[in-house]
Nanobody, 120 residues
Framework: QVQLTESGGGSVQAGGSLKLSCAAS????????VGWYRQAPGKERELVAI?????????GDSVKGRFTISRDNAKNRLYVPLQMNSLKTEDTAVYYC????????????WGQGTQVTVSS
């Protein structure tokens, strides 16, 4: 059974930090790019950061220098944390983990999402 499970969302004040994590199983995801995406109310889902199986990364312009994506190939599943620093109110959104694609359109698998709220 394919599963992408996000955790770590919550509320924080502007300037603070949060760490999200995506647990991906089964092992088929080891060969896939895995990314974090977000969707704010009334807006389209957008790429936040993506990490390929090679370890190369791409970040959305609005988060460059503030967010860091990584991947950890554990025994039975893949973990993809997203460290978010210097959070801004405009980072408020539902954050989704997506796998096996390089953008919103091509991504094949999605998690259920986790809410991140940044207050001023």
């Amino acid at each position: 059974q394919v599963q992408l499970t996000e955790s770590g969302g919550g509320s924080v004040q502007a300037g603070g930090s949060l760490k999200l994590s995506c647990a991906a199983s089964p092992n088929i995801f080891r060969s896939c790019a895995v990314g974090w995406y977000r969707q704010a109310p009334g807006k389209e889902r957008e790429l936040v950061a993506i990490i390929r199986s090679t370890g190369s990364t791409t970040y959305g312009d609005s988060v460059k220098g503030r967010f860091t994506i990584s991947r950890d190939n554990a025994k039975n599943r893949l973990y993809v944390p997203l460290q978010m620093n210097s959070l801004k109110t405009e980072d408020t959104a539902v954050y989704y983990c997506g796998a096996c694609g390089l953008n919103v359109v091509s991504t094949s698998y999605w998690g259920q999402g986790t809410q991140v709220t940044v207050s001023s």
